[in-house]
């Protein structure tokens, strides 16, 4: 008789599990070059495709570079800045919230994310156990790159069902596959996949959540900003500007011609023939009679005007703005006339409601998140959890100036009174702000109160120490 030995679970992935793994990293490896061509427009590396009609072979090397598609995704980013978050329904409670984003510095690692998503069209945040080796650690939340992640989705429930993550481990392929109620670590080896880890958590769902950007109901994978169109035109500027440095090389000085100069002119003192170089600069400009004592004729050809490429990169940019939504003067176009304080704020309209747009469809996911989080800190959800909404700062005024402003006109019109907590979060200051700044208005206060006891027992002690004389008497000077 044979005996069969089952694989131990913690060595080898089972039949199911092998290709789940296999299907998510085909999928990954399958996505990353389009994501990698969206990484390089935004940095400023793609490969401009040259024609091969205008640009010589020695300037073929030459690379021009225009940041357009990075001012569009850092404009509309920059408006994107998470304050804090809390319970809708219990605001006074939110400092277990404090206690898990705080120690994960998710106020910074959420721009890394809102970036990600703008430019790849998804990023990944991924929750765990904390590794600091006590009861009271908060659970590790991590924002992941798409370029190493990917997941598959059910667009029915909402949910992630499936997610993995790839990652070099002591110069080896490794990889984390994530499952509703286990996550298992896999290194790969000769034989394949090889278990080094299983978590097995049983929290009935995946702990990973994706931010996806310009999600289309057939498409909830999502989109990057820098669109076909955007790319399209960012190469149309490149190769202006690189004819234009073309143009600059070959006619930075002008042309001229002669007529009618003898071969002499074109020669040194030993007859040897002069380079162009030396001919433009020397003698051409001293011409010597010819036989018949006629002076050659020299002219000078019209010189390259730079200014018909540059009203191309202008037309350009006006059409970058429209793809963008950004105001032209972004992408560095101006006019004769200056724009008016009315005039630019019109023109930011658009960019603002994209902003508010994207603080409307992330709000979603940062929530589950932090539900995520309390599910691995607590093994329970309460039911104030399922209101926890992102403190957005209003993408229509980025600057704590403009913040300030829009407060107090708000409180001089009597819309907000001057002490209210929300006056003071239009400000702009963060939840700690705001207690000290209550606590000293406290402390205010109850100066403010003593000072006024104290006055009064003094004029009561006044008023006795002179009888018949009463206070109003003594402050009138009337009291003798």
Same mark, same amino acid.
């Given at each position: 008789?044979?005996?069969?030995?089952?694989?131990?679970?913690?060595?080898?992935?089972?039949?199911?599990?092998?290709?789940?793994?296999?299907?998510?990293?085909?999928? /990954?490896?399958?996505?990353?070059?389009?994501?990698?061509?969206?990484?390089?427009?935004?940095? +400023?590396?793609?490969?401009?495709?040259?024609?091969?009609?205008?640009?010589?072979? %020695? /300037?073929?090397?030459?690379?021009?570079? @225009?940041?357009?598609? %990075?001012?569009?995704?850092?404009?509309?980013?920059?408006?994107?800045?998470?304050?804090?978050?809390? !319970?809708?329904?219990?605001?006074?409670?939110?400092?277990?919230?404090?206690?898990?984003?705080? =120690?994960?510095?998710?106020?910074?690692?959420?721009?890394?994310?809102?970036?990600?998503?703008?430019?790849?069209?998804?990023?990944?945040?991924?929750?765990?156990?904390?590794?600091?080796?006590?009861?009271?650690?908060?659970?590790?939340?991590?924002?992941?790159?798409?370029?190493?992640?990917?997941?598959?989705?059910?667009?029915?429930?909402?949910?992630?069902?499936?997610?993995?993550?790839?990652?070099?481990?002591?110069?080896?392929?490794?990889?984390?596959? !994530?499952? =509703?109620?286990?996550?298992?670590?896999?290194?790969?080896?000769?034989?394949?996949?090889?278990? @080094?880890?299983?978590?097995?958590? &049983?929290?009935?769902?995946?702990?990973?959540?994706?931010?996806?950007?310009?999600?289309?109901?057939?498409?909830?994978?999502?989109?990057? &900003?820098?669109?076909?169109?955007?790319?399209?035109?960012?190469?149309?500027?490149?190769?202006?500007?690189?004819?234009?440095?073309?143009?600059? &090389?070959?006619?930075?000085?002008? %042309?001229?011609?002669? /007529?009618?100069?003898?071969?002499?002119?074109?020669?040194?003192? &030993? +007859?040897?023939?002069?380079?162009?170089?030396?001919?433009?600069?020397?003698?051409?400009?001293?011409?010597?009679?010819?036989?018949?004592?006629?002076?050659?004729?020299?002219? #000078?050809?019209?010189?390259?005007?730079?200014?018909?490429?540059?009203?191309?990169?202008?037309?350009?940019?006006?059409?970058?703005?429209?793809?963008?939504?950004?105001?032209?003067?972004?992408?560095?176009?101006?006019?004769?006339?200056?724009?008016?304080? *009315?005039?630019?704020?019109?023109?930011?309209?658009?960019?603002?409601?994209?902003?508010?747009?994207? %603080?409307?469809?992330?709000?979603?996911?940062?929530?589950?998140?932090?539900?995520?989080?309390?599910? @691995?800190?607590?093994?329970?959800?309460?039911?104030?959890?399922?209101?926890?909404?992102?403190?957005?700062?209003?993408?229509?005024? =980025?600057?704590?100036?403009?913040?300030?402003?829009?407060?107090?006109?708000?409180?001089? #019109? #009597?819309?907000?009174?001057?002490?209210? *907590?929300?006056?003071?979060?239009?400000?702009?200051?963060?939840?700690? #702000?705001?207690?000290?700044?209550?606590?000293?208005?406290?402390?205010?206060?109850?100066?403010?109160?003593?000072?006024?006891?104290?006055?009064?027992?003094?004029?009561?002690?006044?008023?006795?120490?002179? =009888?018949?004389?009463?206070?109003?008497?003594?402050?009138?000077?009337?009291?003798?």
């Amino acid at each position: 008789m044979t005996a069969t030995i089952p694989d131990l679970p913690l060595l080898a992935l089972s039949d199911d599990e092998q290709n789940l793994l296999m299907a998510l990293r085909a999928e /990954l490896l399958a996505d990353r070059f389009r994501l990698e061509l969206r990484d390089c427009y935004y940095n +400023g590396e793609q490969r401009v495709r040259d024609l091969g009609i205008s640009i010589p072979p %020695q /300037l073929r090397g030459l690379h021009t570079v @225009i940041g357009w598609p %990075q001012i569009g995704v850092d404009a509309l980013e920059q408006r994107l800045d998470i304050e804090t978050w809390r !319970y809708k329904d219990a605001p006074g409670e939110s400092n277990e919230l404090a206690d898990i984003w705080e =120690p994960n510095e998710l106020v910074a690692e959420s721009q890394l994310a809102h970036l990600d998503s703008l430019i790849y069209g998804r990023s990944y945040v991924a929750v765990g156990s904390g590794d600091c080796g006590s009861d009271d650690c908060p659970p590790l939340i991590s924002v992941e790159s798409p370029l190493d992640m990917t997941v598959f989705y059910d667009a029915r429930a909402r949910a992630v069902t499936a997610a993995l993550r790839l990652y070099r481990l002591d110069g080896e392929d490794a990889a984390v596959l !994530y499952l =509703p109620n286990t996550s298992i670590h896999v290194v790969q080896s000769s034989t394949g996949w090889e278990v @080094i880890d299983r978590d097995d958590h &049983e929290l009935g769902v995946v702990p990973v959540v994706r931010i996806a950007n310009r999600q289309r109901t057939a498409d909830r994978v999502g989109r990057s &900003e820098i669109t076909s169109a955007v790319m399209s035109i960012t190469d149309a500027a490149c190769r202006t500007l690189m004819g234009m440095e073309v143009a600059r &090389e070959f006619y930075g000085a002008p %042309q001229r011609y002669i /007529l009618g100069a003898s071969e002499s002119a074109f020669q040194d003192a &030993e +007859g040897n023939p002069l380079s162009a170089w030396e001919t433009y600069l020397g003698r051409v400009l001293a011409l010597e009679r010819d036989e018949d004592g006629e002076v050659p004729q020299v002219g #000078q050809f019209a010189a390259y005007d730079p200014s018909v490429s540059t009203r191309i990169v202008d037309l350009y940019a006006r059409i970058m703005a429209t793809q963008l939504g950004l105001p032209p003067h972004y992408l560095g176009y101006t006019t004769d006339n200056p724009a008016s304080a *009315d005039a630019i704020r019109s023109t930011e309209a658009q960019l603002v409601k994209r902003a508010e747009r994207k %603080q409307s469809l992330f709000n979603t996911p940062w929530a589950q998140v932090l539900r995520l989080a309390l599910l @691995i800190k607590t093994g329970d959800l309460p039911d104030r959890a399922r209101r926890i909404e992102t403190v957005w700062r209003n993408p229509a005024t =980025p600057t704590m100036a403009s913040q300030t402003d829009a407060a107090v006109k708000l409180v001089q #019109q #009597q819309i907000l009174p001057a002490d209210s *907590d929300v006056t003071l979060e239009m400000v702009g200051l963060t939840e700690g #702000q705001r207690q000290r700044v209550h606590a000293d208005r406290r402390r205010s206060t109850g100066r403010q109160a003593l000072a006024e006891v104290g006055n009064a027992m003094a004029a009561n002690r006044r008023e006795n120490a002179r =009888p018949g004389v009463t206070v109003a008497d003594d402050a009138a000077g009337t009291g003798g």
